[in-house]
């Protein structure tokens, strides 16, 4: 799987719009950032580390770029169990160790299989709000949004820089809307140092 996704990034051409038209449409629409897809292939083996798995695909930085990427890549409800995809800003990678990571947390909800929800569709809805940058008030305090395919649920988290709840708020009530959950639904914020420890509860649900 990643040598295709890889092969399919390779194939588009990032150098010209998806309106090929030089009257119209001759120039991209550059996006407030620069973003990287990320992808953890299954396991196959026990010899094979999170290094090993977690392969970079493809760095975009804008709506043409971002729109040609989508629609050549396996959509959310065709990745294999126990892959994810990652989209984080350009030079951070998606681990816990990461510098821009450390000191920040994760929203996440988590959609049973057969709940029916629209895995891709809510998919594509985060992923539009994290490049336009629209989940968030304070700029760059979110680093990333995150896909994990597992055998019950699907599950979409987004990673923050920092723990500052009277920013983490914002971000989460507007993650709420664009997963579409009811109020019973929630979602849930836990730090990245909280989730090594066993047991944890989270900090935030809304």
Same mark, same amino acid.
């Given at each position: 799987?990643?040598?295709?996704?890889?092969?399919?990034?390779?194939?588009?051409?990032?150098?010209?719009?998806?309106?090929?038209?030089?009257?119209?449409?001759?120039?991209?629409?550059?996006?407030?950032?620069?973003?990287?897809?990320?992808? @953890?292939?299954?396991? @196959?083996?026990?010899?094979?580390?999170?290094?090993?798995?977690?392969?970079?695909?493809?760095?975009?930085?804008?709506?043409?770029?971002? *729109?040609?990427?989508?629609?050549?890549?396996?959509?959310?409800?065709?990745?294999?169990?126990?892959?994810?995809?990652?989209?984080?800003?350009?030079?951070?990678?998606?681990? *816990?160790? %990461?510098?821009?990571?450390?000191?920040?947390?994760?929203?996440?909800? /988590?959609?049973?299989? #057969?709940?029916?929800?629209?895995? #891709? %569709?809510? *998919?594509?809805?985060?992923?539009? /709000?994290?490049?336009?940058?629209?989940?968030?008030?304070?700029?760059?305090?979110?680093?990333?949004?995150?896909?994990?395919?597992?055998?019950? /649920?699907?599950?979409?988290?987004? *990673?923050?820089?920092?723990? %500052?709840?009277?920013?983490?708020?914002? &971000?989460?009530?507007?993650?709420?809307?664009?997963?579409?959950?009811?109020?019973?639904?929630? &979602?849930?914020?836990?730090?990245?140092?909280?989730?090594? @420890?066993?047991?944890?509860?989270?900090?935030?649900?809304?």
């Amino acid at each position: 799987m990643t040598e295709e996704l890889t092969q399919k990034a390779k194939d588009l051409s990032l150098d010209k719009t998806v309106f090929d038209s030089k009257e119209e449409f001759t120039a991209k629409h550059p996006l407030n950032s620069r973003w990287t897809l990320w992808y @953890t292939k299954p396991q @196959t083996n026990k010899s094979e580390n999170w290094s090993d798995l977690l392969k970079p695909v493809i760095t975009f930085s804008s709506v043409e770029e971002f *729109w040609g990427i989508y629609n050549s890549i396996p959509s959310a409800n065709q990745l294999p169990l126990r892959s994810d995809y990652h989209l984080f800003r350009e030079g951070i990678r998606p681990e *816990w160790e %990461d510098e821009a990571n450390t000191k920040g947390g994760k929203w996440s909800h /988590a959609f049973n299989k #057969n709940s029916g929800a629209i895995i #891709n %569709d809510l *998919w594509l809805r985060g992923l539009l /709000a994290v490049i336009g940058e629209t989940i968030e008030d304070d700029e760059n305090e979110v680093n990333g949004i995150v896909l994990n395919i597992r055998k019950q /649920a699907y599950k979409i988290g987004i *990673w923050t820089k920092d723990c %500052d709840e009277s920013k983490l708020r914002t &971000v989460g009530e507007r993650l709420k809307k664009i997963l579409q959950l009811k109020d019973e639904q929630k &979602v849930e914020f836990i730090s990245h140092d909280a989730s090594n @420890t066993k047991g944890s509860e989270p900090q935030i649900v809304l």
